[in-house]
């Protein structure tokens, strides 16, 4: 009976064995794969991160579905993936202030973005642009500026929120100019936006997607756009360095990221993957619909991006004493 006890445990531990390398020995990806969203479903990042799942769903031949996780500034459904295995399965498409605003604004973070996250590639930008309403009078950035140093407190601006890509614009506007404008959040972009519109508030760091056909119908008055380039949707609006400030040049940037521990060859594949489909005409197409730049990368290329971005905001958080619960 002992004999056959121990034939029996060592033919369990041999099959256990033979299912672990065969799970190896797979092609990734063999069964679906999960992409965290960490905000909810509708907004322009959320869309864009089903773009990308249709386009790896159809590259791989595997399902790549979006599961949306959202809270605390994306805090929730990044916190989800750095506690997932890494296996590849689960993926995070992840915004930029939650890689590197976050660590800075929040007294204490679930995870640690160096430790628990790694690169995968960067998947999109999105310009800001610096507007008012018409009933500012203002006419320029340069306007925008001596105003807003001549008077300080006096001009509000709008966000999205603290610690959103909007509020952040304002606050690196507000560092690198000298100037004070008062920040009012709001719970969304919309909103904000909204009331910017009515002239209830005076200033934007506003997404280009959501700003640009009331600046092409005069509603607001564009000053400038924050990527390296002009945007197609407003033309006629110069960028930031363009006038002069370069300083002021920020992406809102979206990019993949995964588990750490995932084996390098499942990042290389998935970055080859996202590198690829961002290719397609179509997928192209459907992205700057959405106001964004197709700006896939390495994942050196994205580590680098992530340190650089993590000083940067690093010292505007502390110069505006930027905190959230």
Known sequence: MRNLRRLAVCGGLLAAACALAAQAQEPYP???????????????????????????????RQPVVVDNRPGANGNIGADNI????????????AAMGT?????????????VVERDLTPVAKVFDTALVIEAH???????????????????????????????????????FKHFTGTDLVHIPYKGNGPALTDVLGGNVGVMFDQVASSAQYINAGRLTAFAVS??????????VPTARELGYPQLEMSSWS???????????????????????????????????????????????????????????????????????
């Open 82 to 93: 750095a506690k997932s295995a890494p296996d590849g399965y689960s993926i995070l498409f």
């Open 30 to 60: 063999s069964r679906p794969v999960r992409m965290v969203m960490p905000f909810p479903p509708g907004g322009a990042g959320d869309a864009g991160a089903r773009v990308l799942a249709d386009g790896l769903t159809a590259y791989f």
């Open 227 to 236: 990527s390296p380039k002009r945007q197609a949707s407003i033309p006629n």
């Open 99 to 111: 890689m590197t605003i976050n660590p800075f604004i929040y007294a204490k973070m679930p995870f």
């Open 134 to 172: 018409p009933s500012t009078g203002l006419k320029s950035l340069k306007e925008l500026i001596d105003y807003a140093k001549k008077n300080p407190g006096k001009l509000s601006y709008a966000s999205g929120g603290n610690g959103s890509s909007t509020h952040m614009g304002g606050e690196l």
């Open 255 to 325: 990019a993949v990221v995964a588990p750490a521990g995932t084996p390098q060859a499942i990042i290389d594949k998935l970055a080859k993957a996202i590198d690829t489909v961002l290719a397609e005409p179509a997928v192209k197409q459907r992205m700057e619909a959405l106001g964004a730049t197709v700006s896939p990368s390495t994942p050196a290329e994205l580590g680098n991006l992530l340190a650089e971005d993590s000083r940067r905001w690093k010292q505007v958080v502390a110069a505006a004493k930027i905190k959230s619960d």
